[in-house]
């Protein structure tokens, strides 16, 4: 019982150490650490986004893919794409994702055409906001919009900032319009 317990332990230990390194590799890496989006965006997101058929939502870093889903669940005529580099998270991606109809490609963004976006939505870190920015401004058509959750673009107008009701003192939801 002692054994089967330490052996319990041990393996959760070694599962925590896995991910632990994973995480630490991909910050180093992609300078974006995999963060789940939370659940009241993804909520004001499904609830409250204005998209017509045909529209063509991104996600860059799309984790494991819950912005999309919730989106393309809301607007079936939609297309829903995800890029996620780091394999961990694309995989959880593809399985909670699959029959869905969301398009998810384990691909750095940085390398992705934005040019047919009607909306993007991006949850990263701080120090690559500018080339997210840079990235955008010179691909997207006017009036795509992007949402961007808890950083905010160095120089583009924000054009509204939606607060978590229940926590107004956090990370907000930055939306800009091309």
């Known amino acids: ?55 063509i939502v991104y996600e860059l870093g799309c984790g494991d893919a819950r912005v999309l889903a919730a989106i393309k669940k809301r607007f079936p005529k939609i297309t829903t794409i995800g890029y996620e580099r780091n394999w961990w998270p694309y995989a959880i991606a593809r399985i909670k994702t699959r ?20 909306a993007v939505f991006l949850f990263l870190i701080h120090s690559v906001m500018p080339k997210v920015e ?26 509204r900032c939606i607060i978590n009701p229940k926590n107004p003192e956090g990370s907000k939801i930055k939306v800009y319009r091309a």
């Open 1 to 55: 019982m002692l054994l089967a317990l330490l052996c319990i332990i041990l393996a959760g230990a070694a599962i925590a150490l896995i991910f632990a390194l994973y995480t630490l590799v991909a910050l180093i890496r992609d300078k974006v650490p995999y963060v789940p989006t939370p659940s009241w965006a993804i909520e004001w997101f499904a609830e409250n986004v204005a998209l017509p058929d045909g529209a």
């Open 99 to 118: 029959g869905t109809g969301v398009i998810v490609q384990r691909k750095d963004f940085y390398r992705g055409s934005y040019y047919d976006a009607t």
């Open 134 to 159: 840079k990235l955008l401004k010179a691909q997207l058509t006017p009036g795509a919009t992007v949402y961007s959750y808890g950083f905010t673009f160095p120089t583009w107008q924000l054009t």
